[in-house]
């Protein structure tokens, strides 16, 4: 089964950047979803954004990163990026990558339906 590590994690102060990679142990085929969430102390897990690779390529992002998050790939090394600026001190939490396979549009947003997950990354943002 596929394995997910995050990194690039770490202390940026408000407006600062950070870019998280998700490197998967293999390629997945097709008709699959990687996607990043975020938790802090007390919460539920948070969808951030999604790619997903289904016929097409398509991502998309929660309202509260919109336009300051970015999210690429490389597909000959396996690796998802989340390119986070602007960020803000509501960013802080640790950062997870997921993947899940035959998801529908509407599933996409919710960590239960994903099968495969990394450790996380901690991002803090603070002055």
């Known amino acids: 089964q596929v394995q997910l590590m995050e990194s690039g994690g770490g202390l940026v102060p408000p407006g600062g950047s950070l870019r998280l990679s998700c490197k998967a142990s293999?390629?997945?085929?097709?008709?699959?979803?990687r996607a990043w969430f975020r938790q802090t102390p007390g919460k539920e897990r948070e969808f951030v954004a999604v790619t997903r690779w289904a016929g097409g390529v398509s991502t998309i992002y929660a309202d509260s990163v919109k336009g300051r998050f970015t999210m690429s790939r490389d597909n000959d090394r396996n690796t998802v990026y989340l390119q986070m600026d602007s960020l803000k001190t509501e960013d802080t939490a640790i950062y997870y990558c997921?993947?899940?396979?035959?998801?529908?549009?509407?599933?996409?947003?919710?960590?239960?339906?994903?099968?495969?997950w990394g450790p996380g990354t901690q991002v803090t943002v603070s002055s």
């Open positions: 997921a993947e899940g396979r035959r998801l529908i549009t509407s599933s996409l947003r919710f960590p239960e339906y994903y099968n495969y």
């Open positions: 293999e390629r997945t085929s097709n008709n699959y979803a």
